[in-house]
Every structure is written in C-alpha cells, then in structure tokens.
C-alpha cells in the first residue's frame, strides 16, 4: 500500500511540475519598444527673451532621467525655434515594454530658482507602429509642441 501511494504522489508531483512549465511557457514575453524623439517647436516662451529648455523622462523605476539635450545642460528656445530632439535617443529610460508608459516632462532651467515646468504628456508602448506623433506642452506661460514616435526593437 506504501508503494502506491508513494508511486501515486510522484505522479502527481510531476503532473504539477508538468503543469508549471506549461503555464511558464505560455506567458506571453514583454514585446519592447522605444520612443524615438524627433522635435522640439516653441511657440511662446515662458518667460523674457528666450527658455532654456531639456526634457525629462520617467524609467522604469519612476526615476526622472535628462534625456534631452543629450550633450548640453538645455537648448536655447524662442518663438518659431525648432529644435531637433535625436541627440537625446540613445537613453535606455524611451526604452518601455508596450503595456508601459512614461512620461515626457519639458522643463526651463533657472539659474536663480526653481525651474519651471513647461509642460508633460503621457507616452504609452501601445503608440508603436503609428505615425508620427504631435503633443502640445504647455506650462508656466510656454506653449510648445513635441514630436515623437514609438517603434519596436
């Protein structure tokens, strides 16, 4: 009787390992994408003459991280100023698997004070494949617009 029970268990042990690696082998693997920035317009800047601008983005922790400019503190902006924006690509934090979202926070570098938020907009994974597209920021008196587009890797 002990024989066939143990014999029973073994089998039922290995049914659920079965079943484990089933389960495990159907999960579905996390499909990534990247958001590819393209532009910065302003069309009103924030204050005086000019904004000094850069853009932040959440990673995957929720960590704010500078993506934009990507070799200098920020890009001088203006009315009418359009910025490329691809210097700023290679930040592994517009890496996001397409159930994921971040978002994009354009900023005014203040020497004196605090700097201001010139606007933020949600990025979802789910954008890839489509078009190009537009999103106006507007914040502490700037209106700008950011173009970018989500691709697969």
Request: hydrophobic share 40%; charged share 20%; glycine share 12%.
């Amino acid at each position: 009787m002990r024989g066939i029970a143990r014999v029973a268990t073994a089998a039922l042990l290995s049914l659920s390992s079965v079943a484990g690696f089933a389960a495990a082998a159907q999960a579905e693997p996390i499909d990534y994408v990247r958001i590819e920035l393209l532009e910065l317009t302003c069309h009103q800047q924030s204050e005086g003459d000019h904004d000094e601008a850069y853009l932040k983005v959440t990673d995957a922790n929720g960590n704010a991280v500078k993506v934009w400019p990507g070799s200098v503190k920020y890009q001088t902006m203006g009315p009418g100023y359009v910025r490329s924006m691809t210097d700023g690509n290679g930040n592994a934090a517009l890496v996001l698997g397409k159930q994921q979202a971040r978002t994009m926070t354009l900023w005014d570098y203040d020497t004196t004070s605090g700097d201001d938020k010139l606007g933020a907009t949600l990025v979802t994974g789910s954008e890839a494949g489509a078009e190009i597209q537009y999103r106006s920021l507007e914040g502490s008196g700037g209106v700008y617009t950011i173009a970018y587009r989500v691709i697969d890797i």
